[in-house]
């Protein structure tokens, strides 16, 4: 029994150390496997889950509330300090513009109910998509270039963090169309470089 | 060590005392709650961070290039992906192609042969140490996502020295209807 105990606490104390809460995510996806095993940077990257021809966006905490300031200003959408808190919080989200302040009014397990949020408009007609992205990059360029101005961090470092990483979570049985639209999208904004979130494939391929 | 330590201090008046018997603490709810919180913390953490892959695109903008480097047609190998997990590739240019349209399918036993053959039949017309295949993955509006990382991992896989991901052409699409690809 002492053993046991021993045993279970240290598994226990080394689970509280190292836990980090899974987000509840508004689109599960169920990313397709690779042999790459290079990890995805820890933070500072903007995640694009795609998946039901939906596509939702994740920004870095740390420029969630200056995304949002520039996205309601290039919009012409006010937003309460109460609603920024509520962004900051919200790990994903995919509604169009004009549900956002719906979305943020409700409570966060309202939020990440399966099928709530029906995914940010991509299409060319309405894309909002674009405008997520490109405020995101800007929010974290402005972060990063007043640390460089005032000399916290170097050039090298501003040329690493500065644009925003973006990362696609897709999903295995999405059509490469849906996905190729995405990359089509970040391409316009000469984003050329990306990372594909994959799972590890395990079977002899 | 769970028990408690009721033996005596010594050296205190009562000198004689009868044995008593070493009463354990009762570790089972302890350890049951223990056991609650591991599970708990292994369920609701997520220890491996998700694992990714670079990709680069080429740039679109149409600026005028100068002295573009042309490709030779005997390294330059075209991947179609069409319907049903099925590939569709070429070595070469696609109307006067070195080898004919050939149907593969993913995995050890399909295009990875194929391109390892092509890597080696490149290398034979290259004087350069570290030029090799040159591959222009190709993914039809009947592909899924899966295939284009299957693709993308098969590069990394068979250490092909460049690749890309272009749009398919018209007569590129035709060919695959041609073979019930698409």
């Known amino acids: 029994m002492t053993a046991m105990c021993d045993v279970a606490f240290l598994l226990l104390s080394f689970f509280v150390m190292t836990a980090t809460a899974k987000q509840p995510e508004p689109k599960p996806v169920d990313t397709p496997a690779s042999t790459v095993i290079d990890k995805l940077p820890e933070e500072g990257v903007g995640t694009i889950t795609v998946g039901d021809k939906q596509v939702f966006f994740t920004i870095p905490r740390n420029i969630r509330r200056s995304t949002l300031e520039r996205v309601g200003t290039e919009k ?99 059509d490469f169309i849906t996905v190729k639209r995405v990359i089509d999208i970040l391409q316009e904004q000469k984003k050329n470089k990306f990372f594909l979130i994959t799972g590890l494939r395990n079977e002899d391929f | ?51 990714s892959m670079p990709l680069a695109m080429p740039d679109k ?33 696609l109307k006067t192609p070195i080898i004919a349209p050939t149907e593969t399918v993913f995995g050890k036993n399909g295009v990875r042969k194929d ?23 190709k993914a039809s509006d009947a592909a899924s996502y899966k295939n284009l990382v299957d693709i993308l991992d098969e590069m990394a896989i068979n250490k092909v020295q460049l690749y890309a991901i272009g749009d398919i052409t018209k ?12």
């Open chain 1, 76 to 174: 012409g959408l006010k937003f309460t300090e109460g609603e920024y808190k509520a962004f900051e919080n919200t790990e994903g989200f995919g509604v169009p513009l004009n549900q956002i302040k719906g979305l943020l009014a409700l409570k966060p397990a309202q939020r990440t109910e399966p099928g709530f949020q029906k995914g940010i408009p991509y299409d060319s007609i309405n894309d909002q998509l674009t405008v997520w992205v490109k405020q995101a990059r800007e929010a974290n360029k402005a972060v990063y270039d007043a640390q460089l101005q005032e000399g916290k961090i170097t050039a090298e470092e501003f040329g690493k963090k500065g644009d925003l990483a973006i990362a696609i979570k897709g999903d295995a049985k999405e």
């Open chain 2, 1 to 51: 060590m769970a028990e408690l330590n009721t033996g005596g201090g010594g050296g205190d008046g009562k000198k004689v005392r009868s044995k008593k018997s070493n009463p354990g603490v009762d570790l089972t709810a302890m350890v049951d709650l223990a056991f609650l919180l591991i599970t708990f913390f292994m369920l609701t953490t997520t220890l491996s961070k998700p694992q």
């Open chain 2, 61 to 93: 903008t149409k600026e005028p290039v100068e002295n573009d480097t042309k490709i030779p047609e005997e390294r330059m190998m075209t991947v179609l992906i069409g319907k049903d997990n099925k590939i569709l590739w070429y070595l070469g240019q």
């Open chain 2, 115 to 137: 391109i390892l053959k092509n890597t080696a039949y490149a290398k034979k017309h290259t004087t350069k140490e570290d030029e090799g295949l040159i591959v222009n993955i």
């Open chain 2, 171 to 182: 007569e590129e699409t035709d060919l695959l209807k041609e073979k019930g690809l698409y």
